[in-house]
């Protein structure tokens, strides 16, 4: 490129920041830019600073020199009004700035972070009060058309833009004001270049020519129109759209701008003066992180022998960085008194609260045992030891106030009583943690290493993402924006971006592509993460061959290969908070998000910036532990329970476990998980830890070496003798990073942070990292231990095999401690534990339908809603001296939170419901209207006080109206006679049921049902296969979920149930339909697919409702089951052909002869294959009667249950068909067989 291209710089340029309007991505523009030569380039988003940090990276990794700018939205008429008013409403135009040093930087920060959070009316708006107070360091622009100054040109008013241009030197001073002309071929850029030439040179104003960059190459506007459409909701061939009149807005060269302003030749040479000007530099690297601020009380000085011990555990710090410090060739340091001094500040407080939690979590008194360390114990020296360790590397390292912050707002949220988490990543190892109890996991009773958190060879800041209550999380969040300062805080932006199947599916609608057509090009694309456009032709022989004979997939393909990368949305990160030492705005701009202060950066930018990042997160397994607690505290008479407490070897939580009836136990429910428990045989809380941390895609190659290794010791390979303690809990198998840490350190003498170092190369791959530290290793192995080259190189290549897939102990020990909690509630609480899971799934139908099953499986009754006993949520409760849940008011569709709280604190505080009059007249002026009523009527809410519920359907109407009548009589002060004797008669006439309603029929079983399923989700009174109870079991392959583990893959099953749910689904090869559906039995609801070829015969069968018998293939895959459907049938008519033989057997009592009566009536005229018999149960023995003559009859789901339901009958066996097996086979595989 010419060097003369270095003297010109685009002073204005849109990124895909600018949403959806923007189409070039940073890194795209930084590389053209680069290539043309060009030494500086700008980023003016609009009304935005988004892409500052990434554009600013990407520059300097180009040569190039960022400047930092914003296309802001001024209101220029008046003064921006921040209330409701119309003037609020008032039109913005467009400016341009740029930063001149940090100074204007952070003004550009202000300026913006005000825009979004005080000024937003369709875009985030600035007002020339706001701009002026806070110009300093800025270059204002003149702007484009749609600006101040050129708005007034074009409408020829000249003066009221010479004014506008007076009124901005005023801001931003004359050296700092620029007039922008730019030409992209559009009559009215050209038609007021010689107006802004004018009065650049009255006042002697520098002028530039832009050209307003949306996109990167020439070729790149259809991609850009296209994108224009995606933003406004627009086809491409509409005529009337928004768009760019020209097709100029592209990265141009010096050339292509020097010809198009030749006559103006200065405004090329001026963007370079402009750029000299700016020099700013963003202070990646600089520490933010607040202070904590002791409490008034304890700013006291600390004893001396404080003092003495933390010169001590500051000796500890020196000592331990100069010995890495010499190792690495540098020179040794030394703390000076003034360093001293600085540490002691609040590490001394650290220091206190540390010793304090000793004793709390060990019993050991610290200052006593270091006045006496001759005659410690062992435990005590060692936890004095350790403590002292991570104090000296905390310190050192400058993190004291980091630990602070999060206990102290960890104390706080235990304080309120809101659930914490054991604690989740790399903390868990660190003793500091466990004695602040922001962890719960002893890292030395589990051999975590606090390494692996921080240590002096790679110095990172420590990372606790602590799990709250998902219910009170926002709460923790809100304590730490008063404490620190609300301009302080701030959540986390997220970006969303184009993927390839996204940005396939939106080109072709702007395209107008049909649905169906653009459903199958995006379904082309292969099912792998994050995979581009380039890589889906290359890998799918089906997209290429559509893109040579399809010219609209073709343009779509080429236009998304633009597109895909950028941004098309924002979001707010689901837990990540920023905290600083200062207003924010000074170092990073702001902007709202769900009404939340959020950063315009990243996680990663705002945390290089220097500010502190907490990871709050809302963990619903800690609201269910708490909820469990809560119910067993008042169901138990338990008041001081606490799952916390209970000891890590409860012998029914492992019988539970080992059984794999893990439904709503933490991170072991899935199917993989139940029978992976039940394959281990778990004995102790360190193989749960193990079981987690095997159970992923990698190291699950390992899990029958762990399982061999259990059962039979003698199995169990040693990587080498020294190594044989490290590996004994594991079975062999090196499971955890910290395992291939402390290897490291035992056979080659590294340092635990020099391990870590080593297994982050070994995760991560890195060919030359790995090279050099194999050669550590062998040497090291060969000094410490005297082990040859041959075997250390065997060992190495042992560690980084392990090294691939290790899993963090720490982590998994947490997250062990919360499976084990849930696990000894599931076990020892069931009900209370089932009610509070019930709860966590409110207003999600289908799980709570797979926990209710659930309930079943396990023999918890769940009872239908009731006014006078159930709670807001699910409820145990006790019914006929049986623990049972009850279905809770606000889960109940049509009724919420806000009725139910009216109802129950109605009930709580004048007492029960007498009748269904006395809950009208006590609620009908509250929030309990009219729909509430019926949902609760429908439900069987009021089913205890002994009115049905098709008799109160009828007369609500009736009751409502004198409802009201009586809520108006007494406003206006008139009493009923019943009113004024109602003490002396004891009873008012609201307890009893209205006897003026008329007589209805009771309400049916099938209706009852229907109602349940509609607001309720699921059925409570029954279920519409109870008719089938007895035939289902005979016919069904297995009963319960569990019972798949026990077939191979690709068997033959059989179930019948109802359907629901049925979605219909596209195949990504071939676009053909295809299903997923719920099938529910009586027990539990199964998933279940028909691919395409079942579908396309059998699929019409498919409907909500619907009583079926369904026959299929059981796939096995990665250890998870699936169960495919290939055939479906009616149920009743199904059952005559299936059923071959019921034996009915009877109590040998005068109820028999009424029976056998009752049967033969029901065989008369029903004849069928089904052979029936009959037997009489004596004395504990079945004895078949004789018959005179063969019986059979066509059994249904109404006679059977007719029969069933006697009370001569003692029980029934039924004999089903074998399952005729299904013949998957494919064509060719037929004809082969039959060859």
């Given at each position: 490129?010419?060097a003369?291209d270095?003297e010109?710089v685009?002073?204005?340029v849109?990124?895909?920041?600018?949403?959806?309007?923007?189409c070039s991505?940073?890194?795209?523009?930084?590389?053209?830019?680069?290539?043309?030569?060009m030494?500086?380039?700008?980023?003016?988003?609009?009304?935005?600073?988004?892409?500052?940090?990434s554009?600013f990276?990407?520059a300097?990794?180009h040569?190039i020199?960022?400047?930092?700018g914003?296309?802001?939205?001024l209101?220029?008429e008046?003064?921006?009004?921040?209330?409701n008013?119309?003037?609020?409403?008032q039109?913005s135009?467009?400016?341009?700035?740029?930063?001149?040093n940090?100074k204007?930087?952070?003004?550009?920060?202000?300026?913006?972070?005000?825009a979004?959070?005080?000024g937003?009316?369709?875009?985030?708006?600035?007002?020339l009060?706001t701009?002026?107070?806070?110009?300093?360091?800025?270059?204002?622009?003149?702007?484009?058309?749609?600006?101040?100054?050129?708005?007034?040109?074009?409408?020829?008013?000249?003066d009221?833009?010479?004014a506008?241009?007076?009124?901005?030197?005023?801001?931003?001073?004359?050296?700092y004001?620029?007039?922008?002309?730019m030409?992209?071929?559009?009559e009215?850029?050209r038609?007021?270049?010689?107006?802004?030439?004018?009065?650049a040179?009255?006042?002697?104003?520098k002028?530039?020519?832009t050209n307003?960059?949306?996109?990167?190459?020439?070729t790149?506007?259809e991609p850009?129109?296209?994108?224009?459409c995606?933003q406004?909701?627009a086809k491409?061939?509409?005529?009337?759209?928004?768009?760019?009149d020209?097709?100029?807005?592209y990265?141009?060269s010096?050339?292509?701008?020097e010809?198009?302003?030749k006559?103006v030749p200065?405004?090329?040479t001026?963007?370079?003066?402009?750029?000299?000007?700016?020099e700013?530099?963003?202070?990646?690297?600089?520490?933010?992180?607040p202070v904590y601020?002791?409490?008034?009380?304890?700013e006291?000085?600390?004893?001396r022998?404080?003092?003495?011990?933390?010169?001590?555990?500051?000796?500890?710090?020196?000592?331990?960085?100069?010995?890495?410090?010499?190792?690495?060739?540098?020179?040794?340091?030394?703390?000076?008194?003034?360093a001293?001094?600085?540490h002691?500040?609040?590490?001394?407080y650290?220091?206190?609260?540390?010793?304090?939690g000793l004793?709390?979590?060990?019993?050991?008194?610290?200052?006593?045992?270091?006045?006496?360390w001759a005659?410690?114990s062992?435990?005590?020296?060692?936890?004095?030891?350790?403590?002292?360790?991570?104090?000296a590397i905390?310190?050192?390292t400058?993190?004291?106030?980091?630990f602070?912050i999060?206990?102290?707002f960890?104390?706080?949220?235990?304080?309120?009583?809101?659930?914490?988490?054991?604690?989740?990543?790399?903390?868990?190892?660190?003793i500091?943690?466990?004695?602040?109890?922001?962890?719960d996991?002893?890292?030395?009773?589990?051999?975590?290493l606090?390494?692996?958190?921080?240590?002096?060879?790679r110095?990172s800041?420590?990372?606790?993402?602590?799990?709250?209550c998902?219910?009170?999380r926002?709460?923790?969040?809100?304590?730490?924006?008063?404490?620190y300062?609300?301009?302080?805080v701030?959540?986390?932006i997220?970006?969303?971006t184009?993927?390839?199947?996204?940005?396939i599916?939106?080109?072709?609608?702007v395209?107008?592509?049909e649905y169906?057509?653009?459903?199958k090009?995006?379904?082309m694309i292969?099912?792998?993460?994050?995979?581009?456009?380039d890589?889906?032709?290359?890998?799918?022989?089906?997209?290429?061959a559509?893109?040579?004979?399809?010219?609209?997939?073709?343009?779509?393909?080429?236009?998304?290969?633009v597109?895909e990368?950028?941004i098309?949305?924002?979001?707010?990160?689901?837990?990540g908070?920023?905290?600083a030492?200062?207003?924010i705005?000074?170092?990073?701009?702001?902007?709202l998000?769900?009404?939340?202060?959020t950063t315009?950066?990243p996680?990663?930018?705002s945390?290089?910036?220097?500010?502190?990042k907490?990871d709050?997160?809302?963990?619903?397994t800690l609201?269910?532990?708490?909820?469990?607690?809560?119910?067993?505290?008042?169901?138990?008479?338990?008041?001081?329970?606490?799952v916390e407490?209970?000891?890590?070897?409860?012998?029914?939580?492992?019988?539970?476990?080992?059984?794999?009836?893990?439904?709503g136990?933490?991170q072991?429910?899935?199917?993989?998980?139940?029978?992976?428990c039940?394959?281990i045989g778990?004995?102790s809380f360190?193989e749960?830890?193990?079981?987690?941390?095997?159970y992923?895609?990698?190291?699950?190659?390992f899990?029958?070496?762990?399982i061999?290794?259990?059962?039979?010791?003698?199995t169990?390979?040693?990587?080498?003798?020294?190594?044989?303690?490290?590996?004994e809990?594991?079975y062999?198998?090196l499971?955890?990073?910290?395992?291939?840490?402390e290897?490291?350190?035992i056979i080659?003498?590294?340092t635990?942070?020099?391990?870590?170092?080593l297994?982050?190369?070994m995760g991560k791959?890195?060919k030359?990292?790995m090279d050099a530290q194999?050669?550590?290793f062998?040497?090291?192995?060969?000094?410490?231990?005297?082990?040859?080259?041959?075997?250390?190189?065997?060992?190495f290549?042992l560690l980084?095999k392990f090294?691939?897939?290790g899993?963090n102990?720490?982590?998994?020990?947490?997250?062990?401690m919360?499976?084990?909690?849930?696990?000894?509630?599931k076990?020892?609480?069931?009900?209370?534990f089932m009610a509070a899971?019930?709860?966590?799934?409110?207003?999600?139908a289908?799980k709570?339908?797979?926990?209710l099953?659930?309930?079943n499986?396990?023999?918890?009754p769940v009872l239908s809603p009731?006014?006078n006993?159930?709670?807001?949520?699910?409820?145990?409760v006790?019914?006929?001296?049986?623990?049972?849940?009850r279905?809770?008011?606000?889960s109940?569709?049509?009724?919420?939170?806000?009725?139910a709280e009216?109802?129950?604190?109605?009930?709580?505080?004048?007492?029960?419901?007498?009748?269904?009059?006395d809950?009208?007249?006590?609620n009908?002026d509250?929030?309990v209207?009219?729909?509430v009523?019926?949902?609760?009527?429908?439900?069987?809410?009021?089913d205890?006080?002994?009115?049905?519920?098709?008799s109160?359907?009828d007369?609500?109407?009736?009751?409502?109206?004198?409802?009201e009548s009586?809520?108006?009589?007494?406003e206006?002060?008139?009493?009923s006679?019943f009113d004024m004797l109602?003490?002396?008669i004891?009873?008012a006439?609201?307890?009893k049921p209205?006897?003026?309603?008329?007589?209805?029929a009771?309400?049916?079983?099938?209706?009852?049902?229907?109602?349940?399923?509609?607001?309720?989700?699921f059925?409570?009174?029954?279920?519409?296969m109870?008719a089938?109870?007895g035939?289902?079991?005979a016919?069904d392959?297995?009963?319960h979920p569990?019972?798949?583990?026990?077939?191979?893959?690709r068997?033959?099953?059989?179930?019948?149930g109802?359907?629901?749910?049925v979605?219909i689904?596209?195949?990504?090869?071939d676009?053909?339909?295809?299903?997923?559906?719920?099938?529910?039995t009586r027990?539990?609801?199964?998933?279940?697919?028909?691919?395409?070829?079942?579908y396309?015969?059998?699929g019409?069968?498919?409907?909500?409702?619907?009583?079926?018998?369904?026959?299929?293939?059981?796939?096995r895959?990665n250890?998870e089951?699936?169960?495919?459907?290939?055939?479906?049938?009616d149920?009743e008519?199904?059952?005559?052909?299936?059923?071959q033989?019921?034996n009915?057997?009877?109590?040998p009592?005068h109820k028999a002869?009424?029976?056998?009566?009752?049967?033969r009536?029901?065989?008369?005229?029903q004849?069928g294959?089904?052979?029936?018999?009959i037997?009489f149960?004596?004395?504990e023995?079945?004895?078949?009667?004789?018959?005179a003559?063969?019986?059979?009859f066509?059994i249904?789901?109404?006679?059977?249950k007719?029969?069933?339901?006697?009370?001569?009958l003692?029980?029934?066996r039924?004999?089903?068909m074998?399952?005729?097996?299904?013949?998957?086979r494919?064509?060719?595989e037929?004809?082969?067989?039959?060859?």
């Amino acid at each position: 490129m010419p060097a003369k291209d270095t003297e010109f710089v685009h002073l204005h340029v849109h990124t895909d920041h600018s949403l959806l309007d923007g189409c070039s991505r940073t890194d795209k523009l930084c590389q053209r830019a680069a290539e043309l030569g060009m030494k500086a380039l700008s980023i003016t988003d609009h009304g935005v600073l988004y892409g500052l940090t990434s554009f600013f990276k990407q520059a300097e990794q180009h040569g190039i020199k960022p400047l930092l700018g914003c296309e802001i939205y001024l209101v220029y008429e008046d003064e921006l009004a921040l209330v409701n008013e119309e003037r609020a409403k008032q039109k913005s135009r467009h400016m341009g700035l740029l930063a001149r040093n940090f100074k204007g930087y952070q003004n550009l920060c202000k300026i913006v972070s005000k825009a979004h959070t005080q000024g937003f009316y369709r875009n985030p708006r600035t007002d020339l009060k706001t701009l002026a107070a806070h110009s300093e360091g800025l270059i204002g622009f003149s702007g484009c058309l749609a600006a101040v100054i050129p708005k007034f040109l074009l409408a020829g008013e000249f003066d009221q833009a010479r004014a506008a241009a007076a009124k901005f030197i005023d801001i931003f001073g004359k050296d700092y004001f620029i007039i922008e002309i730019m030409d992209h071929g559009i009559e009215e850029q050209r038609r007021i270049i010689p107006d802004l030439l004018k009065i650049a040179t009255e006042f002697g104003l520098k002028v530039v020519a832009t050209n307003d960059v949306h996109y990167v190459n020439n070729t790149d506007w259809e991609p850009h129109d296209s994108l224009l459409c995606i933003q406004t909701g627009a086809k491409v061939k509409e005529a009337k759209r928004m768009r760019y009149d020209a097709h100029q807005f592209y990265l141009k060269s010096r050339e292509e701008m020097e010809l198009a302003f030749k006559e103006v030749p200065e405004s090329i040479t001026n963007t370079s003066a402009v750029a000299e000007m700016c020099e700013v530099k963003l202070p990646f690297g600089e520490d933010h992180y607040p202070v904590y601020e002791r409490p008034i009380e304890i700013e006291s000085e600390p004893p001396r022998q404080d003092h003495s011990n933390f010169e001590r555990i500051l000796d500890i710090y020196v000592q331990k960085k100069n010995e890495v410090l010499v190792r690495d060739g540098a020179d040794p340091i030394e703390l000076d008194a003034e360093a001293r001094e600085k540490h002691k500040a609040n590490g001394l407080y650290l220091f206190e609260l540390c010793k304090q939690g000793l004793h709390e979590r060990y019993g050991t008194d610290y200052d006593a045992c270091r006045a006496d360390w001759a005659h410690a114990s062992a435990d005590d020296k060692r936890y004095c030891e350790q403590l002292d360790y991570e104090l000296a590397i905390i310190t050192g390292t400058g993190f004291v106030d980091y630990f602070l912050i999060v206990w102290d707002f960890i104390a706080w949220a235990r304080e309120q009583g809101i659930p914490v988490g054991p604690g989740r990543g790399s903390g868990a190892g660190c003793i500091v943690a466990y004695v602040l109890k922001i962890t719960d996991i002893d890292p030395l009773s589990f051999g975590l290493l606090f390494e692996r958190m921080l240590n002096l060879e790679r110095v990172s800041p420590p990372d606790f993402d602590v799990d709250f209550c998902m219910r009170r999380r926002d709460e923790v969040v809100n304590y730490v924006r008063d404490k620190y300062g609300k301009d302080r805080v701030a959540n986390i932006i997220t970006f969303g971006t184009f993927g390839a199947k996204m940005i396939i599916r939106d080109l072709a609608r702007v395209n107008d592509l049909e649905y169906a057509e653009a459903n199958k090009l995006a379904k082309m694309i292969p099912d792998e993460l994050n995979i581009t456009l380039d890589d889906s032709v290359k890998k799918s022989p089906e997209l290429a061959a559509e893109l040579s004979r399809n010219p609209v997939a073709r343009t779509i393909i080429d236009q998304g290969r633009v597109i895909e990368g950028m941004i098309r949305n924002t979001g707010k990160h689901a837990c990540g908070v920023i905290i600083a030492d200062q207003d924010i705005t000074n170092l990073i701009p702001v902007t709202l998000q769900e009404g939340d202060l959020t950063t315009q950066y990243p996680k990663g930018p705002s945390e290089e910036l220097g500010l502190l990042k907490m990871d709050f997160l809302g963990l619903k397994t800690l609201t269910v532990i708490s909820d469990a607690e809560k119910n067993v505290q008042a169901t138990r008479n338990l008041p001081d329970f606490n799952v916390e407490t209970v000891s890590l070897d409860d012998r029914e939580t492992f019988d539970l476990l080992n059984s794999g009836r893990t439904t709503g136990v933490f991170q072991l429910e899935s199917g993989g998980m139940q029978q992976l428990c039940r394959q281990i045989g778990l004995s102790s809380f360190e193989e749960i830890i193990a079981l987690i941390a095997l159970y992923r895609p990698g190291p699950m190659q390992f899990i029958p070496q762990f399982i061999q290794g259990k059962k039979d010791p003698s199995t169990v390979v040693v990587p080498h003798p020294l190594l044989k303690e490290l590996v004994e809990e594991t079975y062999g198998v090196l499971v955890y990073q910290e395992q291939v840490m402390e290897s490291a350190r035992i056979i080659a003498g590294y340092t635990l942070g020099g391990a870590d170092i080593l297994r982050r190369a070994m995760g991560k791959k890195i060919k030359s990292v790995m090279d050099a530290q194999k050669e550590v290793f062998i040497k090291g192995a060969k000094a410490t231990n005297d082990i040859d080259r041959r075997t250390a190189e065997s060992i190495f290549a042992l560690l980084e095999k392990f090294a691939q897939y290790g899993f963090n102990k720490s982590h998994s020990a947490a997250y062990a401690m919360l499976s084990y909690r849930t696990a000894y509630l599931k076990a020892n609480y069931p009900v209370e534990f089932m009610a509070a899971v019930l709860t966590s799934e409110q207003g999600n139908a289908d799980k709570i339908s797979h926990f209710l099953a659930e309930c079943n499986a396990m023999d918890v009754p769940v009872l239908s809603p009731d006014v006078n006993e159930s709670g807001a949520d699910f409820t145990p409760v006790v019914e006929n001296e049986r623990g049972c849940i009850r279905f809770g008011l606000a889960s109940i569709k049509g009724v919420g939170e806000g009725a139910a709280e009216v109802i129950i604190a109605e009930r709580e505080a004048s007492g029960p419901y007498q009748s269904f009059t006395d809950f009208i007249v006590r609620n009908a002026d509250k929030a309990v209207n009219r729909r509430v009523m019926e949902a609760l009527i429908k439900t069987g809410g009021f089913d205890s006080l002994g009115e049905d519920r098709a008799s109160l359907l009828d007369g609500l109407e009736g009751e409502l109206a004198e409802a009201e009548s009586t809520r108006r009589d007494r406003e206006a002060g008139q009493s009923s006679l019943f009113d004024m004797l109602d003490e002396s008669i004891g009873t008012a006439e609201t307890d009893k049921p209205n006897k003026s309603r008329r007589v209805v029929a009771p309400m049916g079983m099938t209706e009852k049902l229907r109602y349940e399923k509609e607001l309720l989700g699921f059925y409570i009174s029954g279920h519409p296969m109870d008719a089938y109870a007895g035939i289902d079991s005979a016919i069904d392959s297995f009963t319960h979920p569990d019972e798949l583990v026990n077939f191979d893959d690709r068997s033959n099953f059989r179930l019948c149930g109802i359907i629901s749910n049925v979605a219909i689904k596209y195949t990504r090869k071939d676009n053909k339909q295809m299903a997923v559906f719920n099938l529910a039995t009586r027990a539990h609801s199964y998933e279940m697919i028909m691919f395409p070829d079942p579908y396309a015969k059998e699929g019409s069968r498919l409907e909500d409702g619907k009583l079926v018998l369904i026959q299929g293939l059981i796939g096995r895959r990665n250890g998870e089951m699936s169960l495919a459907a290939h055939n479906i049938f009616d149920l009743e008519s199904s059952i005559p052909k299936i059923i071959q033989r019921i034996n009915f057997i009877l109590h040998p009592n005068h109820k028999a002869a009424d029976f056998i009566q009752r049967l033969r009536e029901a065989i008369d005229g029903q004849y069928g294959e089904t052979r029936v018999n009959i037997s009489f149960l004596v004395d504990e023995q079945i004895l078949e009667a004789q018959t005179a003559q063969s019986l059979s009859f066509s059994i249904s789901g109404t006679n059977f249950k007719q029969l069933r339901r006697h009370p001569a009958l003692a029980g029934v066996r039924i004999e089903a068909m074998a399952i005729k097996p299904i013949d998957d086979r494919r064509p060719w595989e037929k004809r082969q067989r039959a060859g």
